[in-house]
């Protein structure tokens, strides 16, 4: 049931402006500090009357289908990036016109959508599942959980064709994460080089995914931002985070 509390009609979001610009403020730093770019997960966070203050801060946003890349496109502006397990056939040529990058969670999905991709002139990814999972008690939301379809794992893409002509014209990009701090990022980033690494310095850039409590009070941000130093001037790429809460 509504009724008026004051001037304000119930229920209704209350955002703090000022709690929100600090949060904003940490992540120009990392940002700034680690040379990355942060994206804006809008699954975890899409209250667009907040887009023009976000906007200041992040270099763009992050969608899962169709709708979200619209949003993201016409609301927020700067980048668009789009990752979903599965596109319908119907949708695709929509979603390139608002999505800068595509993302694919197989080699099967970057054959047959691929082309029309680069043909937009836009870049696509392949998400990756380096097959190390990091949490307790939330399989859930674990890609790297036993039995997941999300991503491609090391047999996947070695069994998929030829690397440098079907699937080197595209990107790389990927999530493990949920809610964790960036000790669990590193061990992440260890299974992925040495599944993966032989194919990193032959890409542009690397998405590594959300899940980031960059923001939260015990988060070691130093860590991070070590980490992806350090990942830039191994492999030459550009790297994105996507945290969203």
């Known amino acids: 049931m509504e009724y008026w509390d004051g001037l304000l009609k119930t229920p209704y979001y209350l955002v703090d402006e000022t709690l929100l610009k600090q949060n904003l403020e940490i992540l120009r730093e990392v940002s700034g500090r680690a040379g990355c770019k942060i994206l804006l997960a809008q699954k975890a966070f899409s209250m667009f009357s907040v887009y023009p203050l976000l906007r200041e801060y992040l270099a763009g946003s992050a969608a899962s289908g169709l709708f979200e890349a619209r949003l993201g496109h016409e609301e927020f502006g700067g980048?668009?990036?789009?990752?979903?397990?599965?596109?319908?056939?119907?949708?695709?040529?929509?979603?390139l016109r608002y999505a800068d990058h595509v993302v694919f969670n197989s080699p099967s999905q970057v054959k047959k959508y691929g082309e029309r991709v680069k043909a937009a002139g836009k870049s696509a990814g392949l998400r990756l599942n380096p097959e190390c999972s990091t949490q307790e008690g939330h399989a859930i939301y674990d890609p790297c959980s036993p039995g997941s379809r999300l991503g491609t794992t090391k047999r996947n893409l070695e069994s998929a064709g030829k690397f440098e002509t079907e699937l080197l014209p595209y990107l790389d990009g990927f999530h493990t994460l949920c809610e964790q701090n960036s000790d669990a990022l590193e061990t992440t980033l260890a299974a992925l080089e040495e599944k993966f690494g032989n194919y990193l310095p032959r890409l542009k850039w690397l998405n590594l995914g959300g899940g980031h409590h960059i923001t939260r009070e015990d988060y070691d941000r130093e860590r991070l931002i070590r980490l992806i130093l350090k990942l830039?001037?191994?492999?030459?790429?550009?790297?994105?985070?996507?945290?969203g809460e």
Do not use: Q
Not at 79 to 95: G, K, L, N, P, Q
């Open 232 to 243: 830039r001037e191994r492999y030459g790429l550009e790297i994105y985070l996507e945290p």
């Open 79 to 95: 980048e668009t990036h789009v990752f979903s397990a599965a596109y319908r056939e119907d949708e695709f040529d929509e979603i």
